[in-house]
């Protein structure tokens, strides 16, 4: 059986390059359904238009391939709600506003 820790934990491990932080930590993933080996991600990007988009959701559908019990992934991108820095964890928003 999947842990949904063990979901969440692949998905740290996919990181935005331009902003070399993870995706949970940026507040990208909005929801994660886990059932009978098959997972569901909905997740977002900084912007509409992103031009990581394709190598994000890519990212995260080989990170969780990678989970034992793993046996499907689907990753479904929304842009509403739209993301903002306020959906970002505090520790995250600091380090990058600290980076100007």
Do not use: F, K
């Amino acid at each position: 059986m999947i842990e949904e820790g063990q979901i969440w934990e692949a998905l740290r491990r996919v990181v935005d390059p331009e902003l070399d932080c993870n995706i949970v930590d940026l507040g990208l993933v909005y929801g994660l359904e886990v059932r009978d080996g098959r997972v569901h991600v909905q997740m977002t990007v900084t912007s509409p238009g992103c031009p990581l988009q394709e190598m994000l959701v890519a990212g995260v559908q080989q990170a969780l391939r990678d989970v034992p019990g793993v046996a499907d992934v689907s990753v479904e991108v929304v842009l509403d709600p739209p993301w903002h820095p306020g959906l970002m964890r505090r520790e995250a928003y600091e380090r990058l506003r600290q980076m100007g």
